[in-house]
């Protein structure tokens, strides 16, 4: 089997069952592989956004202090080898059909019954977990693909720590359409005597973490009590903030855009300084700087290279968006702005729109390449009716094109955005380069 064929077959597995949450599938198959998850230590991150953020600056930051790291992510952006990665390099295109040739000899021996077999995740999951047992590395990064207390990450009894970005609505349809219901499902990750770390300051939420950590004997960690940043300024590519800790205090300056960079370098400081504290690592401060300051995170409110200015955004849900558009405001506050927006079916759609439309000159809506897809002409046939600056192009790449070259002549600023499928296809046609799926 080579990359191609074992993509396609991934991507079609058990089509019938694209999300069933519960642990029992995913134990079973780690039992039969021969319970990778326990080879190595483990650092867990949940949050409506910024796990990914968090997920890759602390696998940075642990990297920079000498650890063999493995970082597992959901989902990614141009390529399927970005999701499973060791000191940040994409797992081999080798490697990934290796393990999932192991994973799926075992995934296909599991019992028949209804709701037994695997899910795509699941295999995924034990492919990144079966990798990092064979490349022996020291610590593992993951962060959790929907909520936490069924997914499929969710199978270590004792990380070093867990971490709680923010809770907001996303995937409600799942979680609950309560904050309270949310932080519950999120704070399955949270284990006995292991701490949590949380960015998390909404008084609802923050009762369900707090309280599931006093059940379990944790102790937690949260922004603007135990720790906090101070911005000190905002410009692109170069915004500068202040970490204060319990005990570390650094200035330091990031090429990551936006107040939500700063608040996920500041989670992700904070795991490492509590990591210093129980000795796990020797906490080393020109490291934290040179890391800090040439982390570069695609597709997170990016400028992309370009003769014009385009900027590329993975807000997939209504409270990203509503920092995209804080975003555009603060660092482009007298600029045009037109963009292309694919949003996902299972997304608040009405909402997103509704928060975006009335800073863009122009709106292409466009249909993300998968199946979680929100019918375009759904949106459309809704949008159209309430703004006059919507329009609609099917296919991502002449969206793309169109609207970045109509920026260009109007020296206004490209952004697209709506989904990491949308951002991804759009970034590799930029690039040149073709699309995995």
Known sequence: MNYEEMINKLFSFH?????????DRIEELLERLGNPQKSFKYIHVTGTN????????????????????????????ETFRERIRI???????????????????????????????????????AMAF???????VDVVVS???MGGRFDATNVVDDPLCSVITIIDYDHMNVLGNTLSQIAFEKSGIIKARSPVITGEYKAEPLRVITNRAKELNSEVRRIGKDFRYIVKRIEFARNAFEFVGKRLRISLETRMNGLA?????????????????IG??????????????????????????????IILDVAHNAPAMEMLRKNLKLYFPSRQMNAVVGILNDKDYKRMIEIIAPIFRRIYLTSPRNERAKAPFE???????????????????EATDLCTNISKKENAISVITGSFYTVGFARNFLRGVKSET
């Open 50 to 77: 910024g796990k990914g953020t968090v997920t890759r600056t602390v696998g940075k930051l642990l990297t920079s202090h000498g650890f063999k790291v493995g970082t597992y992510f959901s989902p990614h952006l």
């Open 280 to 309: 796990f690592i020797k906490l080393d401060r020109d490291k934290i700087y040179k890391t800090i300051f040439t982390i570069p995170w695609e597709g997170r409110f990016e400028w992309f290279p370009s003769d014009s200015t």
């Open 87 to 125: 000191d940040d390099v994409f797992i081999p295109e080798d490697r990934a059909v290796d393990v999932y040739e192991r994973v799926i000899k075992e995934a296909d021996k599991m019992p028949t019954d209804p709701g037994m077999k695997p899910t795509f995740f699941e295999i995924v999951t």
């Open 261 to 277: 960079a700063m608040n996920n370098i500041a989670i992700s400081l904070e795991v490492i300084e509590y990591l210093d504290e």
């Open 15 to 23: 089509p019938e069952a694209k999300i069933r949450l519960g642990l």
């Open 143 to 145: 962060e959790v693909g």
């Open 379 to 397: 949106i459309y046939d809704w949008a159209v009716r309430r703004y006059d600056n919507i329009g609609f192009i099917k296919e991502i790449e």
């Open 130 to 136: 079966l990798y990092f047992k064979d490349q022996r």
